[in-house]
């Protein structure tokens, strides 16, 4: 059995030559390439979930014992080669903004210093799922949306980039030490951009899940919603958080990192920033709110990070790509 490794180990491997081929990203507000075609519901990919007793089948031994869902992340780069010939342009795109749910309970202050500790936020919380009989973990957050049920997560804990969607998709909601103050959601539809789900492009690593009600309750009303933000300046100061899961970590609360973006060194032809971070396997798919508390529009996820001691998180451009596969997922 494979044994988990860091989020920032388990994803990217760079050859020398590769690295040596790769110029030094610009400066964060670098100009993007230029944009691609106007995108379309066309551009979504989804799965319509029809499995019952999902939520039966996450018991607390499954939750403790899943996979730290970063190796998805590993196995699509080494299918599609891209660490070295990807060629995803930037995306360009009016800033659009979507405000906030209104829970039902209002999220605590947070801690601002990077690498901390957090206590639960109602509207951040655990994902589970399988695929190919393998039981994953990864982390998500409760979105705004007019469904009031999605759910923003990475592209690889959504499908596998290239490859099958995930089956027993569940969002525990404030997850802390095995428990579930919020009831445990089971997704009935899953939707990624296509680029991610034919082709496993780094660049468009998100995906979005929407939640079956629970107890005749939608989730956003329970827990709230976050608004999201596309098309935004790059080089802005974010908080992202997530649920860590390989060593050092091990996955049972709530971790957090602060800091400035700047564009990846090594693969600038993903378009990602990356902010001072080192959380490991099982914080992909984590929000990244801009500024400093996750009160802030949600602008990106955790996707990736470089080598066993990693410092840097990284995570992919917000553009009309994604906001096409959230616009759908939100309207389903």
């Not at 760079?14 to 066309?42: C, D, H, I, M, R």
């Not at 399988?130 to 990864?138: H, I, P, Q």
């Not at 802005?236 to 649920?243: I, M, V």
Request: glycine share 10%.
């Amino acid at each position: 059995m494979r044994t988990p490794k860091t989020l920032a180990t388990s994803l990217l491997t760079l050859s020398a030559a590769a690295l040596l081929a790769l110029s030094v990203a610009g400066a964060a507000t670098a100009s993007p390439a230029p944009a691609k075609a106007p995108v379309s519901a066309s551009d979504v990919a989804s799965h319509t979930v029809t499995e019952t007793g999902t939520a039966d089948y996450w018991t607390p031994e499954r939750m403790r014992s899943a996979v730290p869902g970063d190796v998805l992340a590993d196995r699509a780069m080494k299918r599609s080669g891209k660490a070295s010939s990807a060629q995803g342009p930037a995306e360009t795109g009016a800033p659009s903004k979507v405000e906030a749910a209104a829970p039902k309970l209002q999220t605590q202050a947070l801690q601002t210093k990077a690498n901390a500790s957090e206590t639960p936020v109602p509207h951040i919380g655990k994902v589970f799922f399988t695929l190919g009989g393998t039981n994953y973990v990864c982390s998500g957050n409760s979105v705004s949306s007019a469904n009031k049920s999605t759910v923003s997560t990475a592209g690889h804990c959504v499908n596998e980039g290239p490859g099958a969607f995930a089956t027993k998709f569940t969002f525990v909601p404030a997850y802390l030490n095995g428990a579930a103050p919020y009831g445990m959601w089971t997704a009935k539809a899953l939707y990624a951009p296509t680029q991610w789900s034919s082709a496993g492009d780094m660049t468009y690593d998100t995906g979005f899940a929407v939640m079956s009600t629970l107890n005749g309750q939608y989730l956003s009303d329970v827990v709230g919603g976050s608004g999201l933000q596309f098309n935004a300046a790059r080089g802005l100061s974010y908080k992202s958080f997530g649920y860590p899961a390989a060593a050092p970590f091990n996955g049972e609360s709530l971790k957090s990192c602060t800091g400035t973006a700047t564009n990846d060194p090594y693969n600038p032809q993903f378009n990602t920033q990356g902010i001072p971070c080192n959380m490991t396997g099982g914080s992909s798919g984590g929000p990244w709110f801009i500024g400093t508390s996750a009160s802030g529009y949600q602008n990106s996820i955790n996707s990736y990070g470089y080598g066993s001691k990693s410092t840097k998180m990284y995570g992919p451009y917000w553009g009309t790509v994604i906001q096409q596969a959230y616009t759908t997922a939100a309207a389903s």
